[in-house]
């Protein structure tokens, strides 16, 4: 399994926006709100990080320390957006989570692009990646969440329906969302 540091070698600019201290995330209350504990990859690049955009494309949403709530209800929001999808069917037949295999949003690109975890192995840390792209197409990558951005960073992943080289060409942009 990959870690953060994996990551931060694979996109330098990451590195400015390590945390200096690791952060508390109230995991617990994010697994009882959302009804499901998450990857091990996703909670230790949260330990690092705040919510960050690459390459002016991809938000990864990450929960900050006494605002689980405000990650929950993002989640939330999203997994409603994938419940109209499902019922006009135009979720590439994958159903939302709390759904057995559903998905489970993690992030999103500035073109409307959804990324999302399957949900399908009881073990999160087993969970690969589901992307929902704007242009309607869904298509799943095996891959965890560090092993796909660094993948999709360095180019050695199969990005599918995204543009080609989104990321790769615009790899050292990196900055915090709020």
């Not at 390459?55 to 957006?81: C, K, M, Q």
């Not at 019922?87 to 999103?108: I, M, R």
Request: with cysteine; charged share 20%.
């Amino acid at each position: 399994m990959l870690t953060p540091s994996d990551l931060i070698e694979a996109l330098p600019g990451l590195s400015g926006l390590t945390l200096s201290e690791p952060k508390v995330v109230n995991w617990g209350y994010i697994a009882t709100e959302l009804g499901t504990d998450l990857p091990r990859d996703f909670k230790e690049l949260s330990l690092k990080f705040s919510a960050f955009e690459v390459g002016n494309f991809l938000r990864v949403w990450i929960p900050d320390s006494g605002h689980e709530d405000a990650y929950v209800e993002g989640v939330r929001y999203e997994l409603e957006t994938l419940s109209y999808l499902a019922e006009d069917q135009a979720s590439g037949g994958y159903a939302p989570y709390p759904n057995k295999g559903g998905l489970l949003p993690w992030g999103q690109s500035l073109d409307g692009d959804l990324f999302c975890w399957l949900t399908r192995d009881p073990d999160p840390s087993s969970w690969t990646v589901v992307i929902g792209g704007a242009n309607g197409t869904w298509w799943e990558v095996e891959a965890g969440l560090l092993k796909f951005l660094v993948g999709l960073i360095n180019g050695t992943l199969d990005t599918g329906e995204l543009p080609p080289n989104v990321i790769v060409a615009e790899s050292s942009v990196v900055s915090l969302v709020k």
